[in-house]
T-cell receptor, first 116, second 114 residues
Framework: GENVEQHPSTLSVQEGDSAVIKCTYSDSASNYFPWYKQELGKGPQLIIDIRSNVGEKKDQRIAVTLNKTAKHFSLHITETQPEDSAVYFCAALKTAGGTSYGKLTFGQGTILTVHP | NAGVMQNPRHLVRRRGQEARLRCSPMKGHSHVYWYRQLPEEGLKFMVYLQKENIIDESGMPKERFSAEFPKEGPSILRIQQVVRGDSAAYFC????????????FGSGTRLTVV
Protein backbone atom coordinates (compact mmCIF):
# COMPACT_ATOMS: atom_id res chain seq x y z
CA GLY A 1 0.00 0.00 0.00
CA GLU A 2 0.87 3.67 -0.07
CA ASN A 3 3.34 5.09 2.45
CA VAL A 4 3.86 8.81 3.02
CA GLU A 5 6.85 10.19 4.91
CA GLN A 6 6.83 13.78 6.16
CA HIS A 7 9.66 15.97 7.43
CA PRO A 8 10.42 17.74 9.65
CA SER A 9 8.27 16.67 12.57
CA THR A 10 8.65 20.10 14.19
CA LEU A 11 9.51 23.44 12.65
CA SER A 12 10.05 26.70 14.48
CA VAL A 13 10.38 29.99 12.58
CA GLN A 14 10.26 33.71 13.24
CA GLU A 15 7.33 35.72 12.00
CA GLY A 16 7.95 36.80 8.42
CA ASP A 17 10.25 33.89 7.61
CA SER A 18 9.41 31.12 5.18
CA ALA A 19 8.54 27.55 6.16
CA VAL A 20 9.00 24.45 4.02
CA ILE A 21 7.58 20.99 4.74
CA LYS A 22 8.50 18.01 2.60
CA CYS A 23 6.78 14.71 1.88
CA THR A 24 7.62 11.62 -0.12
CA TYR A 25 5.23 8.94 -1.29
CA SER A 26 5.76 5.39 -2.45
CA ASP A 27 2.89 4.53 -4.80
CA SER A 28 3.42 5.96 -8.27
CA ALA A 29 -0.33 5.54 -8.91
CA SER A 30 -1.17 8.26 -6.38
CA ASN A 31 -2.35 11.27 -8.32
CA TYR A 32 -3.78 13.78 -5.87
CA PHE A 33 -1.89 15.43 -3.02
CA PRO A 34 -3.74 17.63 -0.52
CA TRP A 35 -2.30 19.51 2.44
CA TYR A 36 -4.28 19.94 5.64
CA LYS A 37 -3.88 22.32 8.57
CA GLN A 38 -5.09 21.09 11.94
CA GLU A 39 -5.50 23.43 14.88
CA LEU A 40 -5.82 22.17 18.43
CA GLY A 41 -9.13 20.43 19.03
CA LYS A 42 -10.29 20.81 15.44
CA GLY A 43 -10.55 18.69 12.34
CA PRO A 44 -8.09 18.88 9.43
CA GLN A 45 -8.78 21.79 7.09
CA LEU A 46 -7.76 21.61 3.44
CA ILE A 47 -5.43 24.51 2.63
CA ILE A 48 -4.07 23.62 -0.80
CA ASP A 49 -3.89 20.62 -3.11
CA ILE A 50 -2.17 19.57 -6.30
CA ARG A 51 -2.90 16.98 -8.96
CA SER A 52 -0.24 14.84 -10.57
CA ASN A 53 -0.50 16.61 -13.92
CA VAL A 54 0.62 19.91 -12.34
CA GLY A 55 4.10 20.78 -11.07
CA GLU A 56 3.31 23.78 -8.92
CA LYS A 57 0.32 25.59 -7.48
CA LYS A 58 0.16 28.82 -5.52
CA ASP A 59 -2.52 30.46 -3.41
CA GLN A 60 -1.44 33.76 -1.84
CA ARG A 61 1.26 32.91 0.75
CA ILE A 62 0.99 29.15 0.25
CA ALA A 63 2.47 27.10 -2.57
CA VAL A 64 2.89 23.41 -3.27
CA THR A 65 5.36 21.77 -5.63
CA LEU A 66 5.30 18.22 -6.95
CA ASN A 67 8.10 16.15 -8.45
CA LYS A 68 6.45 13.01 -9.85
CA THR A 69 9.72 11.43 -10.91
CA ALA A 70 11.19 11.66 -7.45
CA LYS A 71 7.80 11.08 -5.80
CA HIS A 72 8.01 14.01 -3.47
CA PHE A 73 5.99 17.15 -2.87
CA SER A 74 6.50 20.17 -0.66
CA LEU A 75 4.50 22.90 1.07
CA HIS A 76 5.92 26.40 1.10
CA ILE A 77 4.54 29.13 3.36
CA THR A 78 5.98 32.61 2.89
CA GLU A 79 5.75 35.60 5.24
CA THR A 80 4.65 33.38 8.10
CA GLN A 81 2.33 34.77 10.76
CA PRO A 82 1.63 33.54 14.32
CA GLU A 83 -1.80 32.32 13.18
CA ASP A 84 -0.03 29.90 10.83
CA SER A 85 1.02 27.95 13.93
CA ALA A 86 -0.66 24.53 13.73
CA VAL A 87 -0.02 20.93 12.71
CA TYR A 88 0.29 20.43 8.97
CA PHE A 89 -0.35 17.11 7.26
CA CYS A 90 0.42 16.05 3.73
CA ALA A 91 -1.57 13.24 2.14
CA ALA A 92 -1.70 11.16 -1.02
CA LEU A 93 -4.69 9.70 -2.82
CA LYS A 94 -5.41 7.48 -5.77
CA THR A 95 -8.59 8.80 -7.28
CA ALA A 96 -9.42 5.71 -9.33
CA GLY A 97 -8.46 2.13 -9.84
CA GLY A 98 -8.55 -0.86 -7.50
CA THR A 99 -10.18 -0.99 -4.10
CA SER A 100 -7.90 1.52 -2.39
CA TYR A 101 -9.07 4.56 -4.27
CA GLY A 102 -10.65 7.16 -2.07
CA LYS A 103 -8.39 6.41 0.87
CA LEU A 104 -6.12 9.26 1.95
CA THR A 105 -2.74 8.19 3.28
CA PHE A 106 -1.35 10.84 5.63
CA GLY A 107 2.12 11.83 6.60
CA GLN A 108 3.03 11.94 10.27
CA GLY A 109 2.47 15.69 10.60
CA THR A 110 4.64 18.76 11.18
CA ILE A 111 4.13 21.00 14.20
CA LEU A 112 4.79 24.52 12.92
CA THR A 113 5.40 27.26 15.47
CA VAL A 114 5.69 30.85 14.30
CA HIS A 115 7.22 33.14 16.92
CA PRO A 116 6.12 36.80 16.93
CA ASN B 1 -24.01 24.97 3.28
CA ALA B 2 -23.20 23.12 6.48
CA GLY B 3 -19.97 21.18 6.55
CA VAL B 4 -19.45 17.62 7.72
CA MET B 5 -21.32 17.27 11.01
CA GLN B 6 -20.11 14.90 13.66
CA ASN B 7 -21.65 14.18 17.03
CA PRO B 8 -21.08 13.96 19.81
CA ARG B 9 -17.95 16.13 20.01
CA HIS B 10 -16.84 14.36 23.16
CA LEU B 11 -17.81 10.91 24.37
CA VAL B 12 -16.79 9.19 27.59
CA ARG B 13 -17.36 5.47 27.95
CA ARG B 14 -16.40 2.94 30.58
CA ARG B 15 -14.49 -0.15 29.52
CA GLY B 16 -16.88 -2.71 28.08
CA GLN B 17 -19.54 -0.23 26.97
CA GLU B 18 -20.50 0.58 23.41
CA ALA B 19 -19.63 3.80 21.59
CA ARG B 20 -21.67 5.14 18.68
CA LEU B 21 -20.25 7.96 16.60
CA ARG B 22 -22.39 9.75 14.03
CA CYS B 23 -21.47 11.60 10.86
CA SER B 24 -23.64 13.55 8.45
CA PRO B 25 -21.82 14.29 5.18
CA MET B 26 -21.88 17.60 3.38
CA LYS B 27 -24.89 18.17 1.18
CA GLY B 28 -24.28 16.61 -2.20
CA HIS B 29 -21.55 14.28 -0.95
CA SER B 30 -22.27 10.58 -1.30
CA HIS B 31 -18.94 9.20 -0.07
CA VAL B 32 -18.05 8.94 3.62
CA TYR B 33 -14.73 8.01 5.20
CA TRP B 34 -13.74 7.40 8.81
CA TYR B 35 -10.26 8.06 10.20
CA ARG B 36 -8.74 7.61 13.64
CA GLN B 37 -6.12 9.86 15.19
CA LEU B 38 -4.24 8.70 18.23
CA PRO B 39 -2.65 11.39 20.45
CA GLU B 40 0.21 13.17 18.67
CA GLU B 41 -0.09 10.96 15.61
CA GLY B 42 -1.37 11.30 12.08
CA LEU B 43 -4.73 10.19 10.80
CA LYS B 44 -5.20 6.55 9.88
CA PHE B 45 -7.84 5.39 7.43
CA MET B 46 -10.47 3.04 8.81
CA VAL B 47 -13.34 2.63 6.36
CA TYR B 48 -14.91 4.07 3.21
CA LEU B 49 -18.65 3.86 2.61
CA GLN B 50 -21.25 4.88 0.11
CA LYS B 51 -24.97 4.68 0.78
CA GLU B 52 -25.76 1.17 2.04
CA ASN B 53 -22.37 -0.15 0.92
CA ILE B 54 -18.96 -0.62 2.50
CA ILE B 55 -16.39 0.02 -0.23
CA ASP B 56 -13.13 -0.41 1.67
CA GLU B 57 -12.77 -1.50 5.29
CA SER B 58 -9.10 -2.38 5.11
CA GLY B 59 -8.27 -0.08 8.05
CA MET B 60 -10.93 -1.36 10.42
CA PRO B 61 -9.96 -3.65 13.29
CA LYS B 62 -11.46 -7.08 12.66
CA GLU B 63 -13.30 -7.25 15.95
CA ARG B 64 -15.57 -4.86 17.84
CA PHE B 65 -15.63 -2.18 15.13
CA SER B 66 -18.36 -1.76 12.53
CA ALA B 67 -19.61 1.01 10.28
CA GLU B 68 -22.73 1.69 8.28
CA PHE B 69 -24.14 4.38 6.04
CA PRO B 70 -27.86 3.67 5.70
CA LYS B 71 -30.12 4.91 2.96
CA GLU B 72 -31.58 7.44 5.37
CA GLY B 73 -29.69 9.15 8.16
CA PRO B 74 -26.07 9.62 9.16
CA SER B 75 -23.17 7.24 8.93
CA ILE B 76 -22.50 5.41 12.20
CA LEU B 77 -19.18 4.10 13.51
CA ARG B 78 -19.86 1.60 16.26
CA ILE B 79 -17.30 0.31 18.73
CA GLN B 80 -18.43 -2.52 20.97
CA GLN B 81 -16.88 -3.43 24.32
CA VAL B 82 -14.53 -0.44 24.28
CA VAL B 83 -11.03 -0.71 25.77
CA ARG B 84 -8.63 2.02 26.88
CA GLY B 85 -6.71 1.69 23.60
CA ASP B 86 -9.79 2.87 21.70
CA SER B 87 -9.37 6.34 23.19
CA ALA B 88 -8.69 8.62 20.24
CA ALA B 89 -10.16 11.28 18.01
CA TYR B 90 -12.36 9.85 15.27
CA PHE B 91 -12.81 11.97 12.19
CA CYS B 92 -15.33 11.60 9.45
CA UNK B 93 -14.79 13.02 5.98
CA UNK B 94 -17.05 13.23 2.96
CA UNK B 95 -16.50 13.87 -0.72
CA UNK B 96 -18.35 14.01 -4.01
CA UNK B 97 -17.58 11.35 -6.61
CA UNK B 98 -14.65 13.46 -7.81
CA UNK B 99 -12.62 13.39 -4.62
CA UNK B 100 -10.39 16.21 -5.78
CA UNK B 101 -13.31 18.60 -5.54
CA UNK B 102 -13.84 18.66 -1.82
CA UNK B 103 -12.54 15.95 0.51
CA UNK B 104 -13.77 17.62 3.69
CA PHE B 105 -13.35 16.64 7.32
CA GLY B 106 -15.63 17.13 10.28
CA SER B 107 -14.52 18.42 13.68
CA GLY B 108 -14.23 14.92 15.09
CA THR B 109 -15.46 12.95 18.08
CA ARG B 110 -13.04 12.60 20.94
CA LEU B 111 -13.61 9.27 22.62
CA THR B 112 -12.24 8.70 26.10
CA VAL B 113 -12.48 5.26 27.65
CA VAL B 114 -12.20 5.22 31.42
Amino acid sequence: GENVEQHPSTLSVQEGDSAVIKCTYSDSASNYFPWYKQELGKGPQLIIDIRSNVGEKKDQRIAVTLNKTAKHFSLHITETQPEDSAVYFCAALKTAGGTSYGKLTFGQGTILTVHP
Amino acid sequence: NAGVMQNPRHLVRRRGQEARLRCSPMKGHSHVYWYRQLPEEGLKFMVYLQKENIIDESGMPKERFSAEFPKEGPSILRIQQVVRGDSAAYFCASSPSDRTKGYTFGSGTRLTVV
